[in-house]
């Protein structure tokens, strides 16, 4: 494969935007909301702690989508997480939602806020306190259902032309298919085993961003030890 002249193409988009727990992010939202109607320190105190609920139930049902059970992470991650920077207290899965680019880092940082601030439950919190963290909430769980909304989960590199990756959902690994002359020759599987899956996994997600595509790529090359120099890299989309 030529890796110095090729064509990200995008084939086809699913949502995944579906119901992993029986209570979803929304709900959570919601009873934050009500809570914050009761305009008393018990509501705002409750509205608070479920408007953190929601972000938490938003990352966890997206884990349980893309990867795996959302507590059984394949510690393969953190040689994945390397190739970012964070924050240094910024919690484990906040890390994972920066580095799959579903959310800004402004975002994630406030999401962070939330979380320092609950911390100190004992203190009254301020109804400012308690409005922020409703927005937070909400900007959170749009961001992130943005995303997942419409994943192009089929998507080839040109210059393989008679191959194919796509996402296989149900299994929660990519598929690639070599083909020659129409004619399947073999299959490769990439699960959350293989530490490929993640940088391709934020490709897959980061297909609308020519910006995040090429930085992937980037990352991408670095993790299968390429040789082509990384500030060679220019990558141009097909339509």
Known sequence: MNLTDMTLRTTFGTSFNEKAFDISPKDFLKFA???LKEGNEKGFINSITNSKRAIDCQ???????????????NPIIHDFLQYFEFESDIPFKLTMIHAFNLA???????SRALRNKLEHMYQKPEIHDVKEALDVAD????SISGKLGMLWSEFEIVD????????????????ITYK?????????????????????LRLMISCEDEIEIEETFKILLKQI???MPIDKIKLYQGD
Not at 59 to 73: A, G, M, R, V, W
Not at 160 to 166: A, D, I, T, V
């Open 180 to 200: 020659k002359e129409s004619k399947l020759i073999k299959t490769y599987s990439i699960n959350p085993d293989n530490l490929e899956f993640y940088g391709l």
């Open 104 to 110: 800004p880092s402004l975002i994630i940082s406030k």
């Open 225 to 227: 030890n390429h040789p």
């Open 139 to 142: 900007l959170f769980i749009r």
């Open 33 to 35: 909301k009500e809570d």
């Open 160 to 175: 393989w032309k008679n191959n194919e990756l796509s996402f296989e959902y149900s299994q929660k690994q990519f598929k």
């Open 59 to 73: 990352i966890d049902q997206t884990f349980e989508t893309l990867i795996s059970k959302y507590e059984n992470f």
